[in-house]
């Protein structure tokens, strides 16, 4: 199958700091990717929908100036998470796209103090 | 309704024998479905993915479609201590602003003991 890369795969922070989180295709391009959060012991909720180019479309609920998502590249997305407070905690992972299906990243685990 | 509906389990087989799983979605629209296996504390693998109603079958894993009944299971002939995840159901987007977007279930834990 398909590799999709992100970075980093953990990263604890202080409440009020930004943390970016980077996810790559590494063997295809991919002009969707996708966003989701796992809280424990729930299912993967879609925060946003990034495609190459264009803004990301958000999914309802989800703050689009709190969770910046940024395609600058067929094989590159990043999701910055603003002013994080430790309810931003979670599992964040993002998958990327191919004609056939998604291929998830392995995703990042974010602990705000 | 919730779109995507699976027992949560946890289904608990024996080795060797055979693990059904199950779900049913809301979304007539839906032209693919995948199967995904999550363990804990890792992102989802793709199992396999099925389109057309019927069984598909790819080594010891049968994905079955039923879209009249809104309704995909998977089996796992053989279930190795190994299968011991949690399997989430995703059907695919309709098209639109759909398109490619997957809906998951809550999943379905299995647990294979030997």
């Known amino acids: 199958g398909a590799v999709v890369s992100q970075h980093p795969s953990w990263v604890i922070c202080k409440s009020g700091t930004s943390v970016k989180i980077e996810c790559r295709s590494l063997d295809f391009q991919a002009t969707t990717m996708f966003w989701y959060r796992q809280f424990p012991k729930q299912s993967l909720m879609l925060m946003a929908t990034s495609n190459e180019g264009s803004k990301a479309t958000y999914e309802q609920g989800v703050e689009k100036d709190k969770f910046l998502i940024n395609h600058a590249s067929l094989t590159l997305s990043t999701l910055t998470v603003t002013s994080a407070h430790p309810e931003d905690s979670s599992f964040y992972i993002c998958s990327a796209s191919t004609p056939q299906t998604q291929y998830f990243g392995p995703g990042t685990r974010l602990t705000v103090l | 309704q919730k779109e995507v509906e699976q027992n949560s389990g946890p289904l608990s087989v024996p080795e060797g024998a055979i693990a059904s799983l199950n779900c049913t979605y809301s979304?007539?629209?839906?032209?693919?479905f995948f199967w995904y296996r999550q363990y804990s504390g890792k992102s989802p693998e793709l199992i396999m993915f099925i389109y057309s109603n019927g069984d598909k079958e790819d080594g010891r894993f049968t994905a079955q479609l039923n879209k009249a009944s809104q309704y995909v299971s998977l089996l796992i002939r053989d279930s190795q201590p190994s299968d011991s995840a949690t399997y989430l159901c995703?059907?695919?987007?309709?098209?639109?602003?759909?398109?490619?977007?997957?809906?998951f279930g809550q999943g379905t834990i299995l647990t294979v003991h030997p």
């Open positions: 979304d007539r629209g839906s032209q693919s």
């Open positions: 995703a059907p695919g987007g309709a098209g639109g602003t759909s398109y490619g977007k997957l809906t």
